[in-house]
């Protein structure tokens, strides 16, 4: 794997809620075209990480961040365009959000608060995103029906559509298959290794399965610490550097 | 063999008893009770509003389609009596109109900016002046627009006289805003704070996830906001008694002087020997305005379902 490329780069990133500090100051890079995956127990720090990429963290009044994030070389705090920044990254959150829309309204909805509204444009953007949620086929013949109708796994991946239809550089995914049975999970396992070849991919799971299959790099976040992070098959190795990973990922602990 | 000590025994759980469960039955009924009361006061209300109106049906001087679709309406006169409500009922809903035209979208446009524009410490202030401004009585906005306003209607559109349909319609829209944006705002906040993220996540504007997310998911709630404001001005009386003018036409401008149904009614009821024809008469107005809501809330519910069918 090339490394030369840096996608993402994290400088003492701090974040705290109040005066409670949940990330304790972490630096690390994410390099493109990797899947990076973050596991760790709840409460780490696993989502909050996630929302202070794409800013979402702002919308929370008692947040305070300090640190430096870089994301294709430019400061995150500095940015002009905040709208711009959220393009660049999907986010596909946990439980999924299916906007009170149709199917297709929601797939095109970034493409048309980005200004798109060519219809041949906004089709063509919403078969491509569906078919690579493998969602197309359940739902091709229904598209104008309310999105929020279908089943959880059926939402979650549309929201994995949603998140794709904007071309984003870099694609979060947050525990994506909660809601997803295991062959689904694995269709969009195959399409993850599809995507890349041309996007960066953040995958924060409980799954450390997951992450063993999916993932070039893993990181262990415990309690808003990095206790390690090095590439997969160290991780997951018998001998990682630190027996608290080794607890971790085989069950003794977390 | 048992070993088991009393202690460990898991206790036998009590069965429920007979007060319990009749507790429970009655309670029950209460509830189902005052469900059903809301329709039976509805009807209860139609029913003797009616019967105090029916009674004109057979006077000589009654004719329901001169009753519905003539403008004049001279209750006292000794020799030709008219009871044409053509111009009362024009006079409700041009008013209407014109209050819901400045209320709605200043009302709705007060709503998105409180939920989901303004700083929170802006927005407790704004939202404790706008509970005061729907304290206000009545008759103290019938005053101001009496005074107040009729005077700055005379002095800026030089119009003989300030109390007409612009001035209710003004004060109405004055009233009804404060009811528009308590209600619209509540339905703003009704809507999950998930909807606003994900959409701000995809690069969505303020702006966008106002119109794209915020307004399409609230549009019930909404649309009751904008039913309760027009409830209001429909069913307003003194403010509009006060400030329209009083006078029974059908209005040509925006200057001319109204009467409404409710105004009507209120300054002529008192007048009315009861069960004279005219005291009928005015109940059966009372019944015109009850159909008029009515049309007004049923409209809207076929609306509420298009659009949810859609």
Not at chain 2, 176 to 188: G, K, R, T, Y
Request: with cysteine; net charge neutral; aromatic share 8%.
């Amino acid at each position: 794997m090339e490394h030369s490329e840096k996608a993402i780069e994290i400088i003492d990133l701090r974040l705290s809620y109040g005066v409670k500090e949940v990330i304790h100051g972490l630096t690390f890079d994410i390099y493109r075209h990797e899947i990076f995956g973050i596991i760790g127990p709840a409460q780490s720090g696993k989502t909050s990480l996630l929302r202070c990429l794409n800013r979402t963290i702002d919308f929370e009044s008692s947040a305070t961040v300090s640190g430096t994030i870089r994301v294709d070389g430019s400061d995150i705090r500095r940015t002009k365009d905040i709208y711009a920044l959220r393009r660049k990254i999907g986010m596909v959150a946990p439980l999924p959000v299916g906007l009170p829309l149709s199917i297709y309204d929601n797939v095109a909805f970034a493409p048309r608060s980005s200004g798109l509204t060519k219809k041949a444009d906004l089709d063509s953007i919403v078969e491509r995103c569906l078919k690579q949620a493998a969602l197309w086929e359940e739902v091709k013949d229904r598209l104008h029906t309310l999105g929020t109708a279908l089943s959880g796994g059926q939402q979650q991946r549309l929201t994995i559509a949603r998140a794709l239809s904007h071309q984003p550089r870099i694609l979060c995914l947050d525990e994506f298959s909660i809601a997803i049975d295991p062959v689904t999970t694995m269709r969009i396992e195959d399409v993850l290794k599809e995507l890349r070849k041309e996007i960066t991919i953040i995958l924060v799971t409980n799954l450390t399965q997951q992450a063993r299959r999916l993932a070039d790099r893993t990181m262990f976040l415990w309690n808003g610490d990095c206790v390690e992070l090095d590439s997969t098959e160290i991780i997951f190795s018998d001998r990682p550097a630190n027996s608290k990973t080794y607890e971790y990922v085989n069950g003794i602990f977390g | 063999m048992n070993d088991m000590s009393e202690s460990d025994r898991l206790p036998t759980l009590p069965k429920r008893s007979v007060v319990s469960m009749a507790g429970e039955k009655l309670l029950e009924f209460i509830i189902r009770l005052s469900g059903i009361s809301a329709i039976v006061f509805v009807l209860a209300i139609f029913f003797f509003i009616f019967r105090e109106a029916a009674p004109i049906f057979f006077s000589e001087n009654f004719n329901l389609v001169k009753f519905l679709f003539n403008a004049e309406w001279y209750p006292t006169s000794v020799t030709n009596v008219r009871y044409g409500t053509l111009a009362l009922t024009v006079g409700s809903i041009s008013v209407t109109l014109l209050a819901m035209s400045i209320a709605v979208p200043f009302g709705l446009g007060s709503a998105v900016y409180i939920s989901e524009f303004c700083s929170p410490r802006l927005k407790e202030a704004l939202k404790i002046i706008i509970e005061l401004l729907a304290a206000i009585p009545s008759v103290v906005w019938g005053f101001i627009g009496l005074t107040v306003m009729s005077r700055t209607i005379i002095s800026l559109t030089g119009a003989p006289v300030g109390v007409n349909l612009l001035n209710g319609g003004l004060i109405l829209a004055l009233m009804s805003v404060p009811i528009i944006v308590s209600i619209a705002e509540d339905a703003l906040k009704a809507v999950p704070d998930s909807y606003r993220e994900a959409a701000l996540a995809l690069g969505a504007t303020n702006w966008q996830v106002v119109y794209r997310v915020l307004l399409p998911s609230a549009k019930n709630g909404l649309l009751a906001a904008v039913l309760l404001g027009i409830g209001r001005s429909v069913g307003e009386t003194m403010a509009v008694l006060m400030a329209t003018g009083h006078a029974v036409q059908i209005p040509h401008g925006l200057l001319d002087s109204v009467r409404t149904l409710t105004a009507n009614i209120a300054a002529e009821l008192g007048e009315a020997s009861a069960s004279s024809d005219h005291y009928h008469v005015l109940f059966l107005t009372g019944v015109l305005l009850f159909i008029l809501t009515f049309a007004v809330n049923l409209t809207a519910d076929f609306v509420i379902r298009g659009i949810r069918r859609k």
